[in-house]
Protein backbone atom coordinates (compact mmCIF):
# COMPACT_ATOMS: atom_id res chain seq x y z
CA UNK A 1 0.00 0.00 0.00
CA UNK A 2 1.15 3.39 -1.35
CA UNK A 3 1.67 5.92 1.40
CA UNK A 4 2.52 9.65 1.06
CA UNK A 5 3.55 12.11 4.08
CA UNK A 6 3.50 15.95 3.29
CA UNK A 7 5.48 18.28 5.10
CA UNK A 8 6.29 21.91 4.59
CA UNK A 9 5.97 25.45 6.36
CA UNK A 10 2.27 26.08 7.99
CA UNK A 11 2.96 30.07 7.29
CA UNK A 12 4.67 31.69 3.99
CA UNK A 13 4.54 35.20 3.65
CA UNK A 14 3.26 37.04 0.44
CA UNK A 15 6.32 36.92 -2.51
CA UNK A 16 8.17 34.84 -0.94
CA UNK A 17 8.64 30.86 -1.95
CA UNK A 18 6.75 27.92 -0.66
CA UNK A 19 8.40 24.25 -0.16
CA UNK A 20 6.51 21.22 0.30
CA UNK A 21 7.87 17.28 0.61
CA UNK A 22 5.87 14.30 -0.09
CA UNK A 23 7.76 11.47 1.23
CA UNK A 24 6.39 8.13 -0.18
CA UNK A 25 6.66 4.63 1.38
CA UNK A 26 5.30 0.92 0.28
CA UNK A 27 6.83 1.97 -3.24
CA UNK A 28 8.82 3.73 -5.13
CA UNK A 29 8.18 7.20 -7.28
CA UNK A 30 10.04 5.38 -10.10
CA UNK A 31 7.19 2.29 -10.45
CA UNK A 32 6.14 2.34 -14.11
CA UNK A 33 3.36 4.31 -15.26
CA UNK A 34 3.17 5.74 -11.72
CA UNK A 35 2.00 9.87 -11.89
CA UNK A 36 2.65 11.83 -8.43
CA UNK A 37 1.11 14.94 -8.23
CA UNK A 38 0.53 18.12 -6.42
CA UNK A 39 -3.11 19.03 -5.67
CA UNK A 40 -4.49 22.04 -3.69
CA UNK A 41 -7.55 22.74 -2.02
CA UNK A 42 -8.63 26.68 -1.54
CA UNK A 43 -10.89 26.88 1.46
CA UNK A 44 -14.55 26.84 0.26
CA UNK A 45 -13.14 26.00 -3.02
CA UNK A 46 -12.96 22.46 -4.95
CA UNK A 47 -9.93 20.32 -5.60
CA UNK A 48 -7.16 22.37 -8.16
CA UNK A 49 -4.46 20.35 -9.89
CA UNK A 50 -1.71 21.87 -10.05
CA UNK A 51 1.12 19.25 -11.80
CA UNK A 52 2.58 16.10 -12.12
CA UNK A 53 6.26 14.17 -11.54
CA UNK A 54 5.91 10.62 -13.96
CA UNK A 55 7.52 7.71 -13.00
CA UNK A 56 10.08 8.74 -15.89
CA UNK A 57 10.70 12.47 -14.47
CA UNK A 58 8.57 13.80 -16.89
CA UNK A 59 7.00 17.08 -15.66
CA UNK A 60 3.68 18.91 -16.40
CA UNK A 61 1.75 21.84 -14.98
CA UNK A 62 -1.20 23.40 -15.25
CA UNK A 63 -1.48 26.27 -17.30
CA UNK A 64 -2.69 28.48 -14.76
CA UNK A 65 0.19 27.93 -12.22
CA UNK A 66 2.98 27.07 -14.68
CA UNK A 67 5.44 29.96 -14.27
CA UNK A 68 4.94 29.65 -10.41
CA UNK A 69 5.62 26.22 -9.81
CA UNK A 70 8.53 23.41 -9.89
CA UNK A 71 8.25 19.60 -9.33
CA UNK A 72 11.07 17.40 -8.52
CA UNK A 73 12.01 14.20 -6.93
CA UNK A 74 14.55 12.58 -5.58
CA UNK A 75 14.56 8.72 -5.94
CA UNK A 76 17.44 7.63 -3.51
CA UNK A 77 15.00 9.23 -0.60
CA UNK A 78 12.20 8.47 -2.64
CA UNK A 79 10.66 12.28 -2.17
CA UNK A 80 8.84 14.30 -4.32
CA UNK A 81 9.04 18.16 -3.89
CA UNK A 82 6.83 21.27 -4.86
CA UNK A 83 8.20 24.65 -5.01
CA UNK A 84 6.10 27.71 -5.85
CA UNK A 85 7.06 31.05 -5.90
CA UNK A 86 5.88 34.51 -5.14
CA UNK A 87 3.11 33.49 -3.45
CA UNK A 88 -0.25 35.43 -2.91
CA UNK A 89 -2.41 35.27 -0.31
CA UNK A 90 -4.68 33.71 -2.81
CA UNK A 91 -2.62 30.46 -2.64
CA UNK A 92 -3.68 29.69 1.07
CA UNK A 93 -5.16 26.06 0.68
CA UNK A 94 -4.44 22.67 1.81
CA UNK A 95 -1.66 21.43 -0.40
CA UNK A 96 -1.97 17.29 -1.47
CA UNK A 97 0.62 15.01 -2.81
CA UNK A 98 -1.46 11.70 -4.88
CA UNK A 99 -0.40 9.03 -6.60
CA UNK A 100 -2.02 7.58 -9.84
CA UNK A 101 -0.81 4.33 -11.15
CA UNK A 102 -1.43 5.48 -14.84
CA UNK A 103 -0.53 8.57 -16.53
CA UNK A 104 -3.76 8.88 -18.37
CA UNK A 105 -5.89 11.77 -17.37
CA UNK A 106 -3.32 13.34 -14.66
CA UNK A 107 -5.26 16.43 -14.60
CA UNK A 108 -8.44 15.10 -13.10
CA UNK A 109 -7.96 14.79 -9.27
CA UNK A 110 -10.70 11.44 -9.67
CA UNK A 111 -7.70 9.69 -11.29
CA UNK A 112 -5.89 8.97 -8.19
CA UNK A 113 -5.62 6.43 -6.02
CA UNK A 114 -3.21 7.23 -2.86
CA UNK A 115 -3.44 10.70 -1.55
CA UNK A 116 -1.51 12.09 1.79
CA UNK A 117 -3.50 13.71 4.37
CA UNK A 118 -2.64 17.05 3.39
CA UNK A 119 -0.69 19.97 4.62
CA UNK A 120 -2.07 23.54 5.71
CA UNK A 121 -0.43 26.55 3.80
CA UNK A 122 -1.44 30.06 4.97
CA UNK A 123 0.46 33.10 2.35
CA UNK A 124 -0.12 35.95 4.89
CA UNK A 125 2.01 39.30 6.20
Known amino acids: QVQLQESGPGLVKPSQTLSLTCTVS??????????WSWIRQPPGKGLEWMGV???????YYSPSLNSRTSISRDNAKNTVYLQMNSLKPEDTAVYYC?????????????????WGQGTQVTVSS
Open 98 to 114: AAAQTRLHISLVISYDY
Open 26 to 35: GGSITTNYYA
Open 53 to 59: IDYDGST
